[in-house]
């Protein structure tokens, strides 16, 4: 079976530092080069999450019971989130000088997955990985290891505040935490 805690150890959800301005521009001119390619980028981080992590397709009907790549490729399902993906990043990314709207954003995307679509907070950790993982090859002359550095920190901020919406919610299988 996959592996889905890569470090092992339970989760340490310390809110990560505030990022610089220096880390603000390198993310969000990174970034321009990767929304431009958007739809492709999207469906290749959505398609390696669930080939890689297939337990993560549990949540969605149409394509749950799908192996083959290609065919995941094309589910209607599946692109449409990878468009929502993509979309709420963008607007995170325009967003990083402006942290009401940092918070209303994944307040909305929080309670969604936790309260409609249920869907396990590890997640969330796991896509953040994949994303880090498919920038860094598809974009390697701008993903700079300075760049995934600052990528790796508004990705722990993403997740450390959907953890938080999870637990204002009452969501209790908190499960990388056991042990
Ligand atoms: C940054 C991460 C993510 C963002 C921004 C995001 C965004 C969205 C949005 C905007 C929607 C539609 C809103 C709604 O239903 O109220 C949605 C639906 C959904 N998301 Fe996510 N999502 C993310 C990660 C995940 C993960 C990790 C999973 C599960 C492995 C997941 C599973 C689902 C499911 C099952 C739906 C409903 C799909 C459908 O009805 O067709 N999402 N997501």
């Given amino acids: ?4 805690q890569a470090e092992g150890e339970g989760d ?3 809110r990560p530092s505030p990022l610089t301005d220096k880390e603000r521009v390198m993310i969000q001119d990174s970034w321009a080069k990767v929304y431009q390619n958007c739809e492709d980028v999207g469906v290749a981080i959505l398609v ?6 297939p337990s993560s397709k549990q949540y969605f009907s149409q394509f749950k019971n799908i192996e083959d790549p290609e065919e995941l490729e094309r589910s209607a399902q599946l692109r449409k989130h990878a468009h929502r993906v993509m979309n709420a990043l963008n607007t995170l990314v325009e967003s990083l000088d402006n942290s009401d709207k ?4 994944l307040k909305v995307v929080g309670k969604a997955h ?3 679509h249920k869907v396990e907070p590890v997640y969330f950790k796991i896509l953040s990985g994949v994303i880090l993982e498919v920038l860094g090859e598809e974009f390697s002359e701008v993903v700079t290891p300075e760049v995934a550095a600052a990528w790796t920190k508004l990705l722990a901020t993403v997740y450390f505040g959907i953890t938080a919406i999870y637990e204002e919610v009452g969501w209790t299988k908190l499960s990388t935490s056991t042990g």
């Fill in 102 to 105: 940092v918070a209303s954003v």
């Fill in 48 to 53: 390696r999450l669930f080939v890689n992590f």
């Fill in 1 to 4: 079976m996959e592996r889905m």
């Fill in 114 to 116: 936790a309260l409609r």
């Fill in 12 to 14: 340490h959800l310390e």
